[in-house]
């Protein structure tokens, strides 16, 4: 059951972010706890009656979210009537153009003829929600064309006959799909923003409202319907010297019926697969390694490691080292997929650093003017060669090598108090989701928000803290170190486990989960918040010392 203080913070930050008066949040609250509500409130809430903390989080709840009805009905805020009138809407449909061409797979490979600069390409978007509630939208931008139906996206790049599946992603509300507007919306809020009152116009018998927002060159104009709030039309543009060059431009027409060609378009399919979210994303890294395999039966490397080149530009957005189908070799992905891009970077933290304390990313220093090196290879690798030299062979590649030596380090010697706390699935991350429109707005990375959004072992709530307390690579950082005594789940193995949902389904969700989400300990400033995480919520304590450890230097390859 969530607490009282919980709440508490919670709908302190809904209030503030919805733009409500100044001091209801206190004044709520103060009538909550005194168990009742005054009549003047009755008039903006209805149904808040007497309310008893003892009744639980349910009943309070629901008073929290009639008081939150109330405040987005009456927002402060530009933003918030903006935002609260646009998601208002049954359907929402705009048209215009770009000079860009927006794609959320990136373009692999520089096309023949590159478009011109003053180039114009349609836009044409439907957002609605369909008979059972599921968000929908068809999105046009150029030869690109989206699909969106809650938590399934597909987009079809009609120029290089590409298509792109995600599958089971978070479902986005209508602001989070049109990134345009939420962008210019967003910046209603920021106070780097230099802003210029346009006043009002006349158009197609509605009277518009309009604002210019300037930051550096980049200019954004919004004009919408001043009575009803809606937005009505956008403008991209970048200011060059005493030119103002506009880059897209936009109209918004609501609560029409969304034509049948529109509902019912499903992309076609394409020469060029690209997966993500799915199983299929799986099998198309297990198709690439398995290609590999057949190319090294007939034609078998002299080395024990040999670097592929990706020739064609593949990418994958699951990869990772996977043994051929006679387990003669292992394929190692150098390159990067469109969440990570394929630099080194990259592949010092996610393919060379392991959890195994000799490999661990906190034992790595990379000088920082190496990191955006870009590798886009496999390394092949013969079966029972140590990781030491694979690894020189890839920086080999680039010039470079590394050395070990031995320095000083501070540990953190996790132990564990012996007693038994809560269950996983109320152990929460210290820092709530930031809010908006009350929706928790999840994905935004902060000091102490969960970031996995997924339950997580005890395993991997240290693995994760050792991991982004070394994000930068320095060989610097505070290592964890369990000494709890607490047990840990068996390596995942796929001749044994079956695949692995199976293994998690089964083994790990039931036995093994400590907390419903791994927080984003991501600094020196984070440390003393994740000690008392730890220490209130797991029962976790840290006695902390230094000792000797052995640390990978890169650095430019010796003659």
Request: proline fraction near 6%; hydrophobic fraction near 40%; charge should be neutral.
């Amino acid at each position: 059951m969530i607490s009282s203080d919980d709440l508490k913070r919670r709908f302190h930050q809904l209030a503030n972010e919805m733009g409500s008066r100044p001091g209801l949040a206190e004044a709520f609250f103060k009538q909550v706890e005194t168990r009742s509500v005054t009549t003047s409130w009755k008039a903006n809430i209805q149904g808040l009656v007497r309310v008893n903390w003892r009744w639980g989080g349910a009943a309070v709840a629901a008073s929290l979210i009639a008081a939150a009805l109330w405040l987005s009905a009456t927002p402060r805020s530009l933003h918030a009537q903006l935002v609260s009138a646009f998601n208002r809407a049954k359907s929402v449909h705009v048209k215009g153009w770009t000079s860009r061409v927006h794609r959320k797979w990136p373009l692999e490979r520089p096309q023949t003829a590159a478009p011109e600069r003053a180039a114009r390409f349609p836009v044409d978007e439907w957002h609605w929600s369909d008979n059972g509630g599921a968000p929908r939208s068809f999105e046009q931008h150029g030869p690109v064309k989206l699909t969106r139906i809650g938590s399934e996206l597909r987009e079809l790049q009609e120029d290089v006959d590409l298509l792109y599946t995600l599958e089971g992603a978070f479902t986005k509300d209508r602001i989070a799909q049109l990134s345009a507007l939420a962008e210019c919306l967003g910046d209603l809020d920021r106070t780097d923003i230099v802003e210029r009152d346009l006043g009002t116009r006349h158009k197609g018998g509605k009277k518009l409202s309009g604002i210019e927002l300037r930051r550096g060159n980049q200019v954004q104009t919004l004009w919408w319907d001043a009575t009803t709030r809606l937005p009505a039309e956008l403008i991209f543009a970048s200011k060059s010297g005493d030119s103002l060059q506009v880059e897209a431009e936009v109209s918004f027409e609501y609560d029409r019926p969304v034509p049948p060609e529109v509902v019912n378009f499903v992309p076609r399919k394409a020469g060029h697969l690209r997966f993500k979210g799915s199983d299929a994303a799986q099998l198309a890294w297990r198709d690439h390694v398995n290609r590999i395999g057949e190319r090294l039966r007939t034609e078998p490397p002299s080395e024990g490691v040999v670097m592929l080149p990706r020739d064609s530009g593949e990418l994958f957005s699951a990869q990772w080292p996977l043994a051929t189908s006679d387990g003669d070799y292992w394929i190692i992905p150098l390159g990067g997929n469109v969440d990570a891009p394929a630099t080194l970077y990259n592949f010092i933290r996610l393919q060379v650093a392991t959890g195994d304390p000799q490999r661990q990313l906190a034992s790595w220093r990379l000088p920082k003017q190496w990191h955006n090196l870009t590798l886009n290879h496999d390394l092949v690798v013969k079966a029972g060669v140590p990781w030491e030299e694979w690894v020189q062979r890839a920086l080999n590649h680039l010039g470079l090598e590394f050395v070990d030596v031995q320095e000083t380090r501070k540990y953190w010697i996790a132990h564990h108090d012996g007693v038994t706390h809560k269950s996983w699935q109320d152990v929460k991350p210290p820092v709530p989701h930031l809010v908006a429109a009350g929706v928790e707005k999840k994905g935004r990375l902060r000091r102490g928000v969960g970031y996995r959004m997924s339950p997580v072992t005890l395993e991997m709530l240290f693995e994760d803290f050792n991991q982004l307390q070394a994000r930068d690579v320095n060989a610097d950082s505070i290592i964890i170190e369990d000494q709890t005594g607490s047990p840990r789940a068996p390596k995942f193995d796929e001749a044994i486990h079956g695949g692995f949902s199976n293994y998690w389904n089964r083994i790990v969700e039931p036995q093994y989960l400590v907390a419903s989400d791994s927080p984003y300990f991501s600094d020196e400033e984070a440390l003393e918040m994740a000690r008392k995480w730890y220490r209130e919520q797991l029962g976790i304590t840290f006695t902390e010392m230094e000792r000797p450890m052995t640390v990978h230097i890169v650095r430019r390859k010796a003659d």
